[in-house]
């Protein structure tokens, strides 16, 4: 792991206990992880069910798990809680991000473990702040429905969600955020502090700019697809062979270096097309005869003339694709991650430097519970005991009331 001039990562010595699943708490907790913390990932014995979705869901645990030890604890059980009571005591950090109502139901809640550690910052993602949703149940989905970036997103009458858990990933950002700023302020009070991060909030802030749109024009917004555009060329374009590219103008200057590439001296020449303004009035007609230039142009010349010249543009990639962008590949935005059965993949790392490194993966993913001694056993733990925890029925069955989640 490459570290900074110092010899230390941001978050060396902070110890952060994850009891979270799917994405906006692990994505908290990963983030927090790749700063240097050190990162426990509370289980129950089956592990994480993300650990096990398929679809759409297959690479959620990889992705927003790396950097962290498992413990595996079945909270059904009383020596598991309290287990998981005295390494929160030792913590700096808990996250958590399980429904409203669930904490207190478990003695988990933020009052409960703050009287025990009072300098424990405690961050929540819910799908909601406090006010008259903060009881229900949100996802990814119904928070874009709600923020309106569905609606942004999709053509008229066609509401579509972001193509990725955009409000989980970010949820999980602004959790970190939260808990980067207390940790700030604890170093002059002493004291932790409660922080919470929300779903629908996160996505409203999305759709921030859209709102302020009709809040200056007084015209509701139109769906991305059919907005009037504020730059005269913002489109994606076919070319020689069908290959799709997003080509854009925002300036004079961009606007003659495509027209010069492009050989259509007449468009630049001509009285109707001299300001970006003038432009936007001439979409109908202007887009439709650039396209049609475009069409017979080769992709591999027409990116080495646009990077040389900068002229915006990007060629319509796959996810699939990523792992092959020779960007990522030469600049280390790719690294590699051996997973829970010893094979490797590559994974996407933190977009961030410091003093010019990379936050790379310092361990494998952890498979479940594989920290049970490291961690349990200096809290005075035996192995029969952390074995207990674990599910093993090692340790009498009483109490059970509690799901690990």
């Given amino acids: 792991m490459e570290r900074s001039k110092s010899g230390r990562l941001p978050l060396d010595g902070i110890r952060v206990v994850e009891l979270s699943h799917m994405v ?22 089956k592990g994480d069910n993300t650990r096990h979705l398929l679809g759409a869901g297959a690479g959620f645990f ?13 909270l059904n059980e009383r020596a598991s ?3 998981l009571l005295h390494l929160i005591d030792t913590a700096d ?51 874009q429905m709600m923020g309106g970036l569905a609606y942004m997103t999709g053509p008229a009458g066609r509401p579509l969600r972001a193509g990725s858990s955009a409000n989980d990933i970010m949820g999980g950002m602004f959790g970190a955020v939260g808990v980067l700023a207390a940790l700030h302020e604890r170093c002059s009070t002493g004291h932790g502090k409660e922080v919470h991060s929300a779903l629908f909030e996160n996505c409203v802030l999305l759709s921030a700019q859209h709102m302020q749109q009709f809040a200056v024009t007084g015209q509701p917004p139109a769906p991305m697809p059919e907005r009037i555009n504020a730059w005269a060329v913002y489109d994606v374009f076919a070319l020689a062979g069908g290959h799709q590219m997003f080509i854009a103008a925002t300036s004079d200057a961009q606007w003659k270096a495509l027209c010069d590439i492009v050989g259509r001296q007449d468009l630049l ?6 300001s970006n303004n003038e432009r936007v009035h001439a979409r109908d007609w202007m887009i439709p005869t650039l396209a049609q230039t475009l069409a017979g142009h080769s992709p591999c010349l027409l990116a080495s003339e646009f990077e040389a010249k900068s002229v915006p543009f990007a060629n319509i990639a796959r996810p699939e694709e990523l792992f092959n962008d020779p960007h990522l590949k030469e600049s280390g935005g790719l ?17 961030l430097t410091f003093d010019g490194a990379r936050l790379l993966p310092r361990a494998p993913l952890a498979a479940v519970g594989q920290h049970n001694e490291v961690v349990l056993g200096p809290l005075g733990y035996s192995a029969q005991q952390i074995k207990g925890m674990a599910g093993s029925p090692v340790l009498s069955s009483h109490d059970r009331t509690v799901e690990a989640g």
């Fill in 335 to 351: 690294a590699k991650l051996e997973l829970e059965d010893g094979s490797e993949t590559e994974i996407p790392l933190l977009p």
């Fill in 81 to 83: 809680r309290e287990a």
């Fill in 269 to 274: 020449d001509d009285v109707r097309l001299q």
């Fill in 93 to 143: 950090v808990f996250i958590e991000n399980f429904r409203p109502g669930r904490m207190k139901e478990l003695m988990l809640d933020y009052e409960a473990l703050s009287a025990r550690n009072p300098s424990l910052i405690y961050v929540s993602h819910k799908g909601f702040l406090n006010g008259p949703y903060e009881k229900r149940l949100a996802l990814d989905e119904v928070v």
């Fill in 24 to 45: 906006m708490g692990p994505a908290c907790g990963m983030i927090l992880g790749d700063l240097g913390a050190e990162v426990i990932k509370v289980e129950p014995p």
């Fill in 62 to 74: 990889r992705a927003y798990n790396k950097n962290k030890k498992s413990i595996a604890l079945d």
